[in-house]
């Protein structure tokens, strides 16, 4: 599977912008997929990830109660919708995919073997 995301730009803070992440390839949903972003200066770290169903969801806990990752399968893409945005928020935001060799959701980035290029968020204050 090859991944591509969009859907980024400048929003001010408070504001909300949806990314998504295209899919190539009939396996999309046999994968568990993951968003991950890396601000300037920084690590890249764990935004949330979805199970290759759907049902399960887990976020990073600077995120949380902000946003909101889902999937549609029959359309091979991942969404990430983002609300409340704050500046702290910016930076190049990645699509990650997952062969789910075991159960259980993934917040490590070495846990995810598909990467595609990043879309860049800014958040203005």
């Known amino acids: 599977v090859q991944l591509q995301a969009s859907g980024g730009g400048l929003v001010q803070a408070g504001g909300s912008l949806r990314l998504s992440c295209a899919a190539s390839g009939r396996t999309f949903s046999s994968y568990d997929m993951g968003w991950f972003r890396q601000a300037p200066g920084k690590e890249r770290e764990f935004v949330g990830a979805?199970?290759?169903?759907?049902?399960?969801?887990m976020y990073g806990d600077l995120v949380k109660g902000r946003f909101t990752i889902s999937r549609d399968n029959a359309k091979n893409t991942l969404y990430l919708q983002m609300n409340s945005l704050k500046p702290e928020d910016t930076g190049v935001y990645y699509c990650?995919?997952?062969?789910?060799?075991?159960?259980?959701?993934?917040?490590?980035?070495?846990?995810?073997?598909?990467w595609g290029a990043g879309t860049l968020v800014t958040v203005s204050s």
């Open positions: 979805i199970t290759r169903s759907g049902e399960s969801t």
């Open positions: 990650a995919a997952r062969w789910p060799v075991s159960d259980g959701l993934y917040r490590q980035k070495r846990a995810y073997g598909i």
